[in-house]
């Protein structure tokens, strides 16, 4: 039962920031999401902790705006070398090591540093990230962890395990 409800509340949520919230809209999203809440919550086995409302919060507020951040200098730096050909390039593979434990905190380590421009993640074996980088710098992982993901993965490791 729990399960259903809190699906309702999600579904129900998303369906309101889709549509606006206009009153018939809101009652024919809650008897869509209803009727989607039963059936999903009876095919699928899954945990909703209202925990991870506080893990969004945090998400949201204190992860996005520093991807969003990195994110820009990244593009800066990128830019910058496509209208300065002369600039050197040391493009390579690089692995690189993560301390999260979940899949959905390697998940978003790894998306977090394909969406970077720059880099892309090729893998993600056991703790290490397969990384190509567009300008290696440094001989270890751990310099290649501190360049790469270290900031993303502080973060992220408050948020997930």
Do not use: C
Request: charged share 15%; net charge positive; aromatic share 10%.
């Amino acid at each position: 039962m729990k399960k259903t409800i809190s699906t309702f509340l999600v579904l129900l949520a998303i369906w309101v920031l889709l549509t606006g919230f206009n009153w018939m809209e809101v009652v024919l999203g809650a008897a869509v999401s209803l009727v989607l809440a039963i059936i999903i919550s009876r095919f699928v086995n899954y945990s909703f902790g209202f925990g991870i409302i506080l893990g969004l919060i945090k998400f949201i507020v204190i992860y996005i705006p520093v991807f969003i951040f990195k994110l820009v200098l990244a593009n800066i730096d990128i830019a910058y070398r496509v209208l300065s050909p002369k600039l050197p390039i040391n493009p390579g593979i690089v692995k690189v090591p993560t301390k999260l434990k979940s899949d959905f905190g390697k998940f978003v380590l790894a998306n977090s540093i394909t969406l970077t421009p720059g880099t892309l993640s090729l893998d993600v074996e056991d703790d290490e990230v397969i990384v190509h980088w567009v300008n290696v710098k440094g001989k270890t992982s751990g310099e290649h962890q501190s360049r790469i993901s270290k900031t993303f993965e502080k973060l992220l490791g408050g948020i997930v395990k």
